[in-house]
């Protein structure tokens, strides 16, 4: 079965640094998101893209988060000067919707995530 | 926005039943249940959609009320394998913003 991937699974940074998670979504899907998870915590919604553009960003999603879609495989998100609390795992989904956007009815099939710290 | 769950933990023996709910301050087009196993990623379930059917996986099932702007996960008979933090996830205005619930830990103990 088609799986989502994400690399590195591990990626350590100091504070001030830039990193850029990677993830190669479901290759028919459509809709991509990224989301955070600190330890224990819950599932934050970050940003959506579709049609080579954002369509949705959270309030955490601020002027040092970017995504791109380099090719027509790779979707990566850039944290261009880490702080302490990015530390978290970072969870690439995607989704087949095929609604147009009306509707998310079919699943986001997730990563397996990155856990990012920052020292 | 984010969904509120109730409650945030329960602990089950095995073959107890239990009730998870998902509640929203904003108008709902569907709801989706995953489930995470620790250290994991969450894992789809199932959707339920505006005036669609209650929905079923194995032993666990959902409803979605939407005048209320709620969904309730119902889990029968369960099982250890059952074990993991549930997440509603809700689609707010269309399409694009989806947030995950509070999450409720589920610990089922032999």
């Known amino acids: 079965e088609p799986e989502v991937t994400q690399t590195p699974s591990h990626q350590v940074t100091q504070m001030g640094q830039e990193v850029i998670l990677r993830c190669v979504p479901i290759s028919n899907h459509l809709y991509f998101y990224w989301y955070r998870q600190i330890l224990g915590q819950k599932v934050e919604f970050l940003v959506s893209?579709?049609?080579?553009?954002?369509?949705?960003k959270s309030e955490i999603f601020d002027d040092q988060f970017s995504v791109e879609r380099p090719d027509g495989s790779n979707f990566t998100l850039k944290i261009r000067s880490t702080k302490l609390e990015d530390s978290a795992m970072y969870f690439c989904?995607?989704?087949?919707?095929?609604?147009?956007?009306?509707?998310?009815?079919?699943?986001?099939?997730f990563g397996n995530g990155t856990r990012l710290t920052v020292t | 926005q984010q969904p509120v769950q109730s409650p945030q933990a329960v602990i089950l023996r095995e073959g107890e039943d239990a009730v998870i709910n998902c509640s929203s301050s904003k108008a709902l087009y569907s709801v989706h249940w995953y489930r995470q196993k620790h250290g994991e990623a969450p894992v789809f379930l199932m959707i339920l959609l505006k005036g669609g059917e209650q929905m079923r996986h194995e032993k666990i099932s959902a409803s979605f009320n939407e005048k209320k702007q709620q969904s309730s996960l119902y889990l029968t008979a369960s099982q250890l394998s059952y074990s993991g933090t549930y997440f509603c996830?809700?689609?707010?205005?269309?399409?694009?913003?989806?947030?995950f619930g509070t999450g409720t830990s589920l610990t089922v103990i032999p």
């Open positions: 989904a995607s989704s087949d919707d095929g609604t147009g956007g009306l509707t998310l009815n079919s699943p986001l099939h």
């Open positions: 996830g809700t689609e707010i205005n269309t399409g694009n913003q989806f947030y």
């Open positions: 893209f579709y049609n080579n553009e954002i369509s949705e």
